[in-house]
């Protein structure tokens, strides 16, 4: 499973931040739900959140809400494909500097 994300055009520091669009490709077949998270450096947790395996394979921008970052680093988003039954079939991640 591959995925990737951009923060361009860069957002104003917020409390609460909407991500930007994460597209998935390479989705192992029985992946019925995703658990996004989204973290700032090597281990600064920023929250998460699990949902149903988006049909084409793209969260849409603004979907989710973490923790928003504010000060310049590099975040990552992971992402977890997870079976009907909650068996983790794939893990992914993508970082990119903020702001870019």
């Keep these: 499973m591959q995925v990737r ?3 361009a055009p860069p957002r104003a520091c917020s ?3 909407p991500n ?6 390479h989705i ?6 995703i658990l ?3 973290r700032r450096g090597t281990s600064s947790e920023l929250g998460g959140q699990e949902i ?7 969260v849409k ?16 988003y992971e992402v ?6 909650g068996v983790v079939l794939a893990k992914a991640e993508w970082s990119e500097p903020y702001p870019p």
């Design 80 to 85: 977890i494909a997870k079976s009907r039954t």
């Design 5 to 7: 994300f951009s923060f």
């Design 36 to 38: 996004v998270r989204f």
């Design 61 to 76: 921008a603004e979907s989710l809400r973490t923790w928003g970052p504010c000060n310049p680093d590099l975040y990552t």
């Design 20 to 25: 930007p669009e994460i597209k998935l490709t």
């Design 52 to 58: 149903p395996l988006p049909e084409n394979g793209i």
């Design 28 to 33: 192992p077949a029985d992946t019925r739900s």
């Design 15 to 17: 409390t609460v931040f």
